[in-house]
């Protein structure tokens, strides 16, 4: 196992520091106003200052991204599984998801709250039909591309197509599940707070739009950081779970002689 | 528990044979009768078998061998029930090869270990499948079926691999446990595609031995596809010879060496005759003249 702190987590962090560091002297040096770019540390003052105002709407956005993935994985994982087991079905449905996916967003969201009303519904759905596309894709390749030869040794058993998909298809297909998760969490965040700035009176999508039509550009940025945070914190999250789930696709990096 | 013990003894036949045998004639292991396959659509199609009858006994080791792309494996993959025929019927004890009368155990060149599998998984995979085996997998898999999957490993001289994943082991040992997990339920059937290619001659040599002494105790029923004429003479109890694509059987010769089989006879002048024999055979079926017709 790697260690906490090794040098490339050093680097990263040193790399993280210095991109504040060089934002706040900049600012400092060519004397910019706070309300075109506020200076990292008044962000990071407005963001612990109106922390207990922010703590529900932080909530609102995460409930509801998690929510929006949930379905999100769920639809994905069944659409990716029929798509990926039979070529047909792949071949047939693929132009029409391509469709679906290749519609912007913003777009729809006008639709969902006609349906819905404003408010949480909306948010979870976008964040829904945002993330499953990435889902869908890497169920539906990673199923496609299992080896045949692997299949055989459970087909020359007598195995049903059930039992193959179970004890093949599925575990072949857990990178390719995993590296669609920490697409689909960040994109599950993007549709939530595209919804919450459109059609919402909670979240942090709609703070950032009450700041921003109050010229309050800390607390903008603070919304921004917010979400950077709660992005990173949970593609951290799905990192570790891939990590212990797929140790074996990954064994490139820690494993040098047999 | 000998690997030997693990293959149940094949005389018994399942009840209810779709195809009675004319009354006094035993009913073949497996019979592949006017089986032609072709691969592809029409206008694009290629043939890997032209019209070919096959009879493979209970208990008889059969070594098929031929120039490469002759429709070995293809025989091989239609007796396992991976294909079907284009034309023809393959019937396996009894029955047509889609109903499963007989357990089958396979074994090919690439090991196929499922890689996010141990070892000790990998071989039990065929008892997570095939009944009876399946409905006690639960209850047994920590208990019975792992003591068998260590003893069988401990046969091929794998003991203390179990916990492995198949990445940190070398291609003869991945071999080896792949000739494991053919064996573990049981089967009565042993399909085995060149499955010591990709060996070096020492440990090829070596699992031949192990073969032989497993399928001595039990005689089970085996196919073995194989390029190796050596390996051919000293496992098979019968060697037949495809001709080049589409492939039919151009020579059927029983092997009649005494068991067990060494090494060291592989040399003699009999045996050495019968590669020679079985090579000239080959050459003429690759370079596509007619194959003479012989009697055994």
């Known amino acids: ?16 520091v210095l991109f504040f560091v060089g934002w706040e002297v900049g600012c400092l040096l060519s004397g910019m106003s706070d309300l075109i770019l506020p200076r990292p540390s ?35 994982v069944f659409l990716g599984a029929v798509i990926g087991v039979s ?40 964040a829904l039909s945002i993330c499953f596309f990435p889902i869908v894709v890497n169920i ?8 045949p030869e692997l299949e055989d040794v459970l087909k020359a058993l007598g195995a049903s197509k059930l ?3 179970w004890n093949v298809g599925l575990p072949r297909t857990m990178p390719f599940f995993f590296a669609s998760l920490k697409v689909a969490v960040t994109y599950a965040f993007v549709g939530t707070v595209l919804s919450e700035t459109v059609a919402s009176n909670r979240g942090i999508g709609n703070v950032m739009m009450t700041a921003s039509s109050n010229f309050n550009v800390p607390m903008v940025f603070a919304g921004l950081f917010i979400l950077a945070g709660m992005g990173v914190a949970l593609y951290v999250v799905f990192s570790l779970i891939e990590s212990r789930v797929t140790g074996w696709a990954n064994r490139k990096n820690d494993f040098a002689a047999a | 528990m000998t690997i030997a013990a693990t293959l149940a003894p094949s005389a018994e036949l399942p009840a209810g044979n779709l195809t009675e045998p004319p009354a006094g004639r035993p009913v073949p292991a497996v019979e592949l009768s006017r089986v032609s396959v072709t691969f592809g659509q029409a206008g694009d199609s290629v043939a890997a078998l032209a019209e070919t009858n096959l009879r493979i006994h209970e208990g008889e080791f059969l070594a098929l061998v031929g120039p490469s792309g002759c429709g070995k494996s293809t025989i091989l993959r239609l007796v396992g029930g991976l294909i079907q025929p284009t034309e023809g019927v393959v019937i396996l004890g009894g029955r047509e090869v889609a109903a499963r009368a007989l357990r089958i155990g396979m074994a090919f060149q690439n090991p196929t270990m499922l890689p996010w599998l141990t070892i000790e998984q990998n071989i039990m995979l065929p008892l997570k499948i095939v009944e009876p085996f399946r409905s006690q997998f639960r209850k047994e898999k920590r208990g ?13 001289g794998l003991k203390g691999f179990a916990g492995k994943f198949p990445w940190q082991l070398s291609g003869g040992m991945l071999q080896r446990a792949n000739l494991c997990r053919a064996l573990i339920h049981e089967p009565r059937m042993l399909m085995l595609d060149e499955p010591f290619g990709a060996l070096d001659q020492f440990t090829r040599e070596e699992l031949w031995a192990i073969m032989q002494k497993m399928w001595l105790a039990h005689k089970p029923t085996v196919l073995l596809v ?26 059927d010769a029983p092997v009649t ?6 090494i060291a006879m592989t040399f003699e002048p009999e045996f050495v005759a019968l590669n020679q024999r079985l090579r000239s055979l080959i050459v003429e079926a690759r370079s596509g003249a007619p194959a003479p017709e012989e009697t055994p």
């Open chain 1, 87 to 126: 070529r047909t079905a792949y071949e047939t449905a693929y132009p029409l998801l391509i469709g679906f996916s290749s519609i912007p967003k913003v777009a729809v969201v006008p639709i969902f709250v006609l349906w819905f009303g404003s408010g949480t519904v909306p948010a979870v759905l976008t």
């Open chain 1, 140 to 147: 539906a390749t990673g199923l496609a591309t299992t080896e």
């Open chain 1, 1 to 16: 196992m790697k260690k906490l702190f090794n040098r490339q987590r050093a680097r990263s962090f040193g790399l993280i």
């Open chain 1, 163 to 165: 039992d193959i998909l």
């Open chain 2, 257 to 262: 060496f005494p068991r067990p089989r060494t």
């Open chain 2, 144 to 156: 019975a079926f792992r003591d068998k999957a260590h003893d069988l490993l401990a046969q091929v």
């Open chain 1, 42 to 76: 008044q962000v990071f003052a407005t963001m612990f200052q109106r922390m207990p105002i922010l703590w529900p709407h932080i909530l609102q956005t995460l409930m509801t991204t998690m929510i929006g993935f949930a379905l999100g994985v769920a639809l994905g």
């Open chain 2, 226 to 251: 194989t390029h190796d004429l050596r390996e051919a003479a000293f496992l098979g109890t019968r060697i037949c010879v495809m001709s080049a694509r589409p492939g039919r059987i151009v020579d």
